[in-house]
């Protein structure tokens, strides 16, 4: 998306931290222009005490919603009728989504129906359908180990988690499995495929795929850091990556193999060919007089 886009941020307060909103909407400055930022909660609780100076200090305006009954979340409710009110407008281009729960999934789809991009930002334990509703899902705890400095281990590990809320967060996808499947998907004869494809390939059918998850700032450098996958950057042309198990066999290796090929064909060609017998011989075995010459 590009950075001219208007973009409305949607926060389900109840459900995120304030320490993320700095990072989050630094992020996403790579995706548009967040022209619309609401907050949804009951500000008269202490509950939601720590948001009011972010909200100062960020320009984003909070939307009082009280809890009518005990137990039940009724900004949920508030914040979808806003997105609608929104979507009719037509002053923009896309929607972020700040919040971990499922019951968002509808509006995401809802929304991506009517032709509008939508970025989610949820905890790490987000439901897998809202995460599958969003053109482009991102946990906030990477978010929280950028702002802190801390870019992983380096090693493909995810970084440690910031908070006890994580103990129930769904596991991460199976990168190899991803990385193997995004390269034969858009490689060409070759075997070789660039770098940006496959990311492309990648992040349309894992909409919360980012390398930071696995503890690379970019995803060149996860790429060279797994031992299956060769990298390839000559000067001026983009980086292409290649399944090692991919590689064509050397010209030497290639001659020996169809040398022995031959050899072993032709010798079952002679095996094969039935042995001739002398006349004589063929002659004396049916009983017969040769015949003289």
């Known amino acids: 998306m590009p950075a001219s886009k208007r973009l409305a941020v949607l926060i389900d307060a109840d459900n995120t ?38 909200l100062h200090r960020h320009a ?10 005990t137990g039940k979340n009724s900004t949920d409710s508030a914040l979808i009728i806003d997105a609608m009110d929104l979507l009719y407008s037509g002053n923009l281009d896309g929607f972020a989504l700040v919040s971990s729960d499922s019951d968002f999934t509808r509006l995401a789809t809802r929304l991506r129906e009517s032709g509008k991009t939508v970025i989610g930002f949820g905890r790490r334990r987000t439901p897998a359908s809202l995460v599958a509703a969003c053109d482009r899902f991102i946990y906030l705890e990477v978010l929280s180990d950028q702002a802190m400095g801390n870019q992983g281990t380096g090693n493909g590990e995810r970084p440690a988690a910031a908070s006890t809320e994580d103990e129930a967060a769904i596991p991460l ?45 970019k995803l060149v450098e996860l790429a060279r850091a797994q031992n299956y996958v060769d990298v390839e950057q000559a000067p001026g042309a983009p980086v292409r990556v290649r399944l090692r198990s991919a590689r064509p066999p050397r010209n030497g290796s290639q001659k020996k193999t169809t040398a022995k090929k031959a050899v072993t064909k032709k010798a079952a060609s002679k095996k094969a060919a039935p042995k001739k017998t002398a006349p004589k011989k063929a002659a004396a075995e049916r009983g017969q007089a040769p015949a003289n010459g």
């Open 173 to 217: 996808p199976d990168l190899r499995r991803i990385v193997e499947v995004a390269i034969n998907s858009t490689s060409q004869d070759d075997g070789w495929a660039t770098l940006s494809a496959v990311g492309s390939h990648i992040s349309t059918n894992h909409s919360a795929f980012d390398p930071r998850n696995y503890g690379f700032p």
């Open 60 to 69: 984003v305006q909070p939307v009082q919603q009280f809890a009518y009954t």
């Open 17 to 54: 931290s304030a320490s993320s909103l700095s990072a989050l909407l630094e992020e996403l400055t790579k995706y548009g222009v967040p022209t619309v930022k609401r907050a949804y909660g009951d500000w008269t609780t202490q509950q939601l005490a720590p948001w009011k100076d972010e």
